[in-house]
């Protein structure tokens, strides 16, 4: 999933983010209301994780502007503004979910996990295609009953095929699926990122198609050819 992160205090979002990270997601940081809103009309995300307390543009104005545009992105509110009437206020305004700091990061991350059950493959938080299924929140996969070992780049990938199973992904979808702001994935970098997801995929019925000119296509296949190009 892809979340952007609004936080201008630099140590609480450090660690926001090496756990999203972690826990393999894609993150953006922005320090102030102006680039938060700037950011989601410029990309898409699964997930505004929002602090309140922002320069330039107060975080209720971004979530006001947000949902004013019609958006339902799903905002975590993480703020130190803990009084009854500011909750009550803020999750009127939109908010899915608040979240008072200071705050233990096992507890953020149990709330980012409920939110993004939410969001798995239309509506449903578990996709299953041939043997493979996959936990969208949980970030797990399994070929049958077998635990399928995949790293976060990997499994980033299988999420993103996975959310339009239906649909060709271009290779620009992907890597806006992949990347952050602070990391870059190159064309090499993708090329070996789906040529390492086929072989593991091999015996699952399901395969990675490449559609010459346009992208690419998770679908069923048999499984002698589960791995080809």
């Not at 500011?86 to 009127?92: A, M, N, T």
């Not at 908010?95 to 008072?100: C, E, G, I, P, Q």
Request: charged share 30%.
């Amino acid at each position: 999933m892809r979340i952007l992160l609004a936080e201008d205090d630099p140590s609480i979002a450090e660690g926001i983010c090496a756990s999203l990270r972690h826990g393999g997601h894609a993150v953006d940081h922005v320090a102030t209301g102006s680039l938060a809103d700037a950011a989601m009309r410029d990309h898409c995300y699964d997930l505004l994780v929002l602090d309140l307390g922002l320069p330039v543009l107060d975080g209720s104005e971004v979530l006001q502007r947000l949902r004013q545009r019609g958006k339902g992105l799903l905002v975590l509110v993480v703020t130190a503004r803990d009084s009854l009437a500011e909750r009550v206020r803020v999750l009127d305004l939109g908010a899915d979910d608040y979240l008072v700091k200071p705050f233990a990061l096992s507890e953020f991350e149990a709330r980012v996990r409920a939110l993004l059950r939410r969001i798995g493959s239309q509506g449903k938080p578990e996709f299953q295609l041939g043997r493979l299924r996959l936990d969208l929140p949980g970030h797990r996969a399994w070929i049958g009953q077998v635990p399928l070992e995949l790293t976060a780049r990997e499994f980033g990938l299988l999420e993103a095929l996975a959310m339009r199973a239906d649909r060709v992904t271009s290779r620009a979808q992907l890597i806006e699926a992949l990347c952050d702001w602070d990391q870059e994935l190159t064309d090499n970098g993708l090329d070996i990122a789906i040529h390492r997801l086929r072989r593991k995929l091999e015996g699952s019925g399901t395969g990675v198609r490449t559609i010459r000119g346009l992208g690419y296509l998770l679908e069923e296949v048999a499984d002698s050819a589960s791995g080809s190009a």
